[in-house]
Nanobody, 116 residues
Framework: QVQLVESGGGLVQPGGSLRLSCVASGSIFSINVMGWYRQAPGKERELVATITSAGSTNFADSVKGRFTISRDNAKNTVHLGLNSLKPEDTAVYYC??????????WGKGTLVTVSS
């Protein structure tokens, strides 16, 4: 059984920064993709950023240049740095671990609210 536990969400003013973390535990293949998705009220869940176990990254156009993603393979941890936050970044952020095309795991989500 794989579990993902996110932390680091909260309330931040526009222009501020946050750092989200996700720790994966359980039976995890060494080669995998970890990432973050988000879902705003009334909208579908969307990709934010992913990072492979080799370190290749992918970002949504809406967060390029503002968000960073990193991982620690030894600790099965992935981090998302959120900078220059905008109100439209407000959403529940979900950690994702993809072991194969057919095997995905999700965290329960952490709320990020950007508001003055």
């Amino acid at each position: 059984q794989v579990q993902l536990v996110e932390s680091g969400g909260g309330l931040v003013q526009p222009g501020g920064s946050l750092r989200l973390s996700c720790v994966a535990s359980g039976s995890i293949f060494s080669i995998n993709v970890m990432g973050w998705y988000r879902q705003a009220p009334g909208k579908e869940r969307e990709l934010v950023a992913t990072i492979t176990s080799a370190g290749s990254t992918n970002f949504a156009d809406s967060v390029k240049g503002r968000f960073t993603i990193s991982r620690d393979n030894a600790k099965n941890t992935v981090h998302l740095g959120l900078n220059s936050l905008k109100p439209e970044d407000t959403a529940v952020y979900y950690c994702n671990l993809r072991l194969t095309v057919a095997i995905n795991y999700w965290g329960k989500g952490t709320l990020v609210t950007v508001s003055s």
